[in-house]
């Protein structure tokens, strides 16, 4: 684990800059502007095609909000381990529903496998440092899952801010990076990962904004409530590997996330062309 760093030590301040210009040259760049300096907004770009050596840009991405269904990913997190430590078991129907909760987005199966796991169990796993503290208050929240998505009362609304169904740009995308890495869910459960995000039910938003790119795999999780629009994805290439996550609290946020994810997808590209050229 220590071959890996913590995302929130792997600012880059070369990327940064390339993130604000890209931004800056975009449509609408002026009302992005407003809704980050609004605390609107939350969020965060991260090269990872290098493992032990990423790089990361964003604005306000430790900025908790809510989230949707965005922190569905912190009850597969939860359901992983305990998997891992045999409490839960991977049958055929929790392997069905971790899949039916991120892809389908279904609320069904997500109170399901939440009810398998516990939700006092998993606000211990979130806040647990063993496990990432992907809900650390000293880092303004994180993940947090206070209610279930079956219409019941809420259990408990997160410490600092209240927020039923929370997330930050920046805990979502440590989630990513520790399934990636091994440091947050075994490395043998890479392909589970893969199954689980892979091949988008939902067409919205940032699979929207990639569907003519060519060349790629995406694996994400989506969140759609009233004026909550967000995303999150592990986006592949055959030379770049980048992990993005935008959480919005504006009524365009969809606009913002399909027109985001093409501005981000350009600059990352001609981003790691620039710090990895091809061989001549």
């Known amino acids: 684990m220590a071959d890996y760093p913590d995302l929130r030590d792997a600012h880059d ?35 990872v095609t290098d493992l032990r050596s ?58 399901a496998v939440l009810s398998k796991l516990g939700i006092e169990r998993l606000g211990t796993i979130l806040q647990d440092e063993r496990h990432g503290k992907l809900y650390d208050p000293e880092h303004g929240g994180g993940l947090w899952v206070g209610k279930s998505y079956d219409g019941s009362p809420v259990w408990q609304r997160d410490p600092l801010h209240g927020i039923s169904h929370g997330a930050s740009a920046m805990q979502v995308a440590r989630f990513y990076y520790g399934w990636l890495t091994g440091t947050l869910v075994e490395t043998r459960y890479l392909p ?28 994400r999780k989506s969140g759609t409530w009233k004026n909550t629009r967000a995303d999150s994805a592990v986006v592949e290439r055959d030379d770049l590997t980048y992990i993005v996550v935008g959480i919005y609290s504006v009524p365009e946020g ?27």
């Open 254 to 280: 969809t606009e913002a996330l399909v027109a985001g994810i093409e501005v981000v997808d350009d600059f990352m590209l001609e981003w790691s062309r620039r710090k990895r050229p091809a061989p001549r």
């Open 54 to 111: 990423p790089s990361v840009a964003g604005y306000n991405p430790e900025l908790m909000l809510y989230a949707a269904s965005i922190p569905k990913v912190a009850i597969v997190f939860g359901a992983m381990v305990e998997i891992q430590a045999g409490a839960l078991e991977l049958d055929d129907e929790t392997r069905t529903q971790l899949v039916n909760m991120v892809r389908k987005s279904s609320n069904e199966d997500a109170s």
């Open 13 to 47: 301040a070369e990327l940064q800059a390339a993130f604000d210009a890209a931004v800056d040259a975009a449509p609408n760049a002026q009302r992005f502007w407003e809704g980050v300096r609004n605390k609107q907004a939350s969020v965060l770009v991260a090269d």
């Open 192 to 219: 589970l990962f893969r199954e689980i995000f892979g091949n988008p039910g939902l067409k919205h938003n940032f699979v929207k904004g990639l569907s003519e790119r060519e060349g790629l795999q995406i694996y």
